[in-house]
């Protein structure tokens, strides 16, 4: 039979709300959400600012051959790059 179960349901649901509402979960789950989005926007940002770093000049090129070079080292050669985003 259609609809059997829906009143159960939407009762169930409806509890699950209240709950998460006088818990404060509600309000924890969406500041863990929103904090995540910022932190994903954020990476999407730098990482579009650091390929253009590298690909300017050629200083991503400039800082593999150093790297093969063995002249510098990965954290080095990364604080350079952080160094022309965040001057």
Do not use: C
């Not at 404060?24 to 770093?53: C, S, T, V």
């Not at 200083?59 to 604080?79: F, H, K, M, S, W």
């Amino acid at each position: 039979d259609k609809g059997v179960g829906l009143e159960e349901l939407i009762t169930t649901i409806d509890a699950h709300w209240a709950h998460l509402n006088a818990s404060g979960d509600i309000n924890r789950r969406r500041r863990g959400r929103e904090q995540f989005l910022l932190r994903n926007a954020l990476r999407d940002r730098i990482a579009r600012r650091m390929d253009a770093a590298l690909d300017k000049d050629g200083l991503g090129d400039q800082l593999v051959d150093a790297l093969i070079a063995r002249e510098t080292d990965p954290y080095t050669a990364a604080d350079k790059v952080l160094k022309k985003l965040f001057p």
